[in-house]
Nanobody, 124 residues
Framework: QVQLVESGGGLVQAGDSLSLSCSTS????????MAWFRQAPGKEREFVAR???????THYADSVKGRFTISRSTAEFLYLQMNNLQPEDTAVYYC??????????????????WGQGTQVTVSS
């Protein structure tokens, strides 16, 4: 089992920056990919960014490319640096981990473990 705990959410204004963290514990050696997803009110959960644990290869959703940066520390923390935040970025942000060895790693069903989520609210 892998446990994930997010932190760092809050209320900011448009154009501001915010950094999210996700601590991992348990069988972290089994993790192949980690990712951030988000879910806005009334909408489905969507992919934001992912990182491959072995070589730090990253991939971003078009909506956040150039503004958000996903990274991982050797101490098993996952981060999401969010710059130039916009009201449409308002959502609950979730940290996720996958031990699958193949897939696109952009879909909810490909991730085995999830955090409880942290709220990010961007005012205009």
């Amino acid at each position: 089992q892998v446990q994930l705990v997010e932190s760092g959410g809050g209320l900011v204004q448009a154009g501001d920056s915010l950094s999210l963290s996700c601590s991992t514990s348990g069988r972290t050696s089994s993790i192949y990919f980690m990712a951030w997803f988000r879910q806005a009110p009334g909408k489905e959960r969507e992919f934001v960014a992912r990182i491959r644990r072995s070589d730090q290869l990253t991939h971003y959703a078009d909506s956040v490319k150039g503004r958000f940066t996903i990274s991982r520390s050797t101490a098993e923390f996952l981060y999401l640096q969010m710059n130039n935040l916009q009201p449409e970025d308002t959502a609950v942000y979730y940290c996720a981990a996958s031990n699958r060895l193949s897939g696109t790693y952009s879909y909810i069903h490909e991730y085995n473990y999830w955090g409880q989520g942290t709220q990010v609210t961007v005012s205009s």
